[in-house]
Nanobody, 119 residues
Framework: QVQLVESGGGLVQAGGSLRLSCAAS????????MGWYRQAPGKQRELVAT???????NYAGSVKGRLTISRDNAKNTVDLQMNSLKSEDTAVYYC?????????????WGQGTQVTVSS
């Protein structure tokens, strides 16, 4: 079992920056890829960025160059550095961890943290 605890969300003006953090605990050895997703009002949850154990990253086209995902395997944390924020980035952001067991493909989620960007 893996638990994910997020922090760092809040209110920021357009053009500003925020850093989201996610700390994982539990059966750390079961974690493969970790990532960040977001869900805006009236929209479905969408992928923001992912990072593998080896540090390979993948980004949604809308955030590439502005948001950066990083992972510290020793500390069991994954962060999302958010720069040049736009009002379109307003959403609830969720940390995720893809697990290898109890069965492959299971995804664990954090509780979500609100990011609000004002114009």
């Amino acid at each position: 079992q893996v638990q994910l605890v997020e922090s760092g969300g809040g209110l920021v003006q357009a053009g500003g920056s925020l850093r989201l953090s996610c700390a994982a605990s539990g059966t750390i050895s079961s974690i493969d890829t970790m990532g960040w997703y977001r869900q805006a009002p009236g929209k479905q949850r969408e992928l923001v960025a992912t990072v593998t154990r080896g540090g390979n990253t993948n980004y949604a086209g809308s955030v590439k160059g502005r948001l950066t995902i990083s992972r510290d395997n020793a500390k069991n944390t994954v962060d999302l550095q958010m720069n040049s924020l736009k009002s379109e980035d307003t959403a609830v952001y969720y940390c995720s961890a893809d697990l290898l067991y109890p069965f492959p493909g299971r995804r664990s989620w954090g509780q979500g943290t609100q990011v609000t960007v004002s114009s």
